[in-house]
């Protein structure tokens, strides 16, 4: 009923920069919560940032003045900017958006399949 599609992982060199991007797509009636996820292998799930449908974002502390998560409502995305980028921010990375659907006019979380982003020189 919903689809999340990410885009924007890849290879970079540490201190680099890259943008991930997310679109959600299909039965929507409105989305409340987005955000980003990662885990890196080994490790658990856990939230990069999130931002609700008014603007107001959160951030794990590991990412605090180097990602910036916005979102832009009239499409339903979601886009994450890394900068300066780490070897442990090394992960795949998952959209996750919190939708009510059209109908029936329920909540349910949604996930996007992981885009990996690697950070290596």
């Known amino acids: 009923q919903v689809q999340l599609v990410e885009s924007g992982g890849g290879l970079v060199q540490p201190g680099g920069s890259l943008r991930l991007s997310c679109a959600a797509s299909?039965?929507?009636?409105?989305?409340?919560?987005m955000g980003w996820y990662r885990q890196a292998p080994g490790k658990q799930r856990e939230l990069v940032a999130n931002?609700?449908?008014?603007?107001?974002?959160n951030y794990a502390d590991s990412v605090k003045g180097r990602f910036t998560i916005s979102r832009d409502n009239a499409k339903n995305t979601v886009d994450l900017q890394m900068n300066s980028l780490k070897p442990e921010d090394t992960a795949v990375y998952y959209c996750?958006?919190?939708?009510?659907?059209?109908?029936?006019?329920?909540?349910?979380?949604?996930w996007g399949q992981g885009t990996q982003v690697t950070v290596s020189s």
């Open positions: 299909g039965s929507i009636f409105s989305i409340g919560m």
């Open positions: 931002i609700t449908s008014r603007g107001n974002t």
């Open positions: 996750n958006a919190r939708v009510i659907l059209i109908t029936p006019r329920i909540v349910s979380d949604y």
